[in-house]
C-alpha cells in the first residue's frame, strides 16, 4: 500500500479515513478541500486545482481524499488501494451537522485557514441533490479499478474499525 485514493460523499468520513491510514501507514495524507479553496472560501481556478493534485498523483507515495473529476481517472490508474465510503444519507448528514456545530467559526484541519466552518444552505442542498448520482459515480470509480487495485467498499463505521485494524 502506497497509494490510496480514498472516495465518498460528503460527511462519509473521507478527511477522518485518510488520517488513520497516514498515521498506521506513514504514508503523507492529503486533502482535496486545501487544494479547491484557498483562504476566505475562494475556489482556485480550475487549471490550478488540477496542476496542484496531479503534483500529488505523480508522488510515489500518498493517501488522496476527496474528489475533483478531471484528475480522478489518473488518480485511481495510479493508486494501487481504492476506499470506497459508502454510507446511508441520515448518517452522512448528522455528521455534517454535528461537525458543524464542533467547528462553528473556526476552520478544519482539512481546509485552508481562513475557512471557518459555518451553516451553508447551498452546500446541504447540493448533499441532497447528489445523493443517488455520486454515489453512482463512486460505485463506477470501483468498477473500473483495474486488477492490480485493492478496492475496500466500506459501507457502516463497523467496516471502517475492521479495515483499518487491518493495516
Not at 482535496?32 to 488540477?50: C, M, N, S, T, Y
Not at 465510503?85 to 478544519?108: M, N
Not at 453512482?136 to 485493492?150: C, E, F, P
Amino acid at each position: 500500500m502506497k497509494r490510496v485514493m480514498v472516495i465518498g460523499q460528503p460527511g462519509s468520513g473521507k478527511s477522518t479515513i485518510a488520517r488513520a491510514i497516514g498515521k498506521k501507514t506513514g504514508l503523507p495524507v492529503h486533502h482535496i478541500d486545501l487544494i479547491h479553496w484557498k483562504a476566505g472560501w475562494v475556489e482556485r481556478d480550475k487549471a490550478e486545482k488540477i496542476t496542484l493534485a496531479m503534483e500529488i498523483q505523480n508522488r510515489d507515495e500518498w493517501v488522496f481524499e476527496g474528489g475533483l473529476g478531471a484528475t480522478k481517472a489518473h488518480r485511481l490508474a495510479r493508486a494501487d488501494t481504492l476506499v470506497c465510503l459508502d454510507f446511508p444519507l441520515w448518517l452522512r448528514a448528522w455528521r455534517v451537522f454535528k461537525r458543524t456545530l464542533i467547528y462553528y467559526g473556526q476552520t478544519r484541519p482539512d481546509l485552508p485557514d481562513g475557512c471557518p466552518e459555518q451553516f451553508n444552505f447551498e452546500f446541504w442542498k447540493w448533499i441532497w441533490d447528489t445523493r443517488t448520482i455520486g454515489r453512482a459515480q463512486n460505485h463506477k470509480w470501483m468498477a473500473q479499478a483495474g486488477a492490480d487495485v485493492a478496492v475496500h467498499h466500506l459501507k457502516s463505521p463497523r467496516d471502517v474499525r475492521r479495515f483499518l485494524a487491518t493495516l
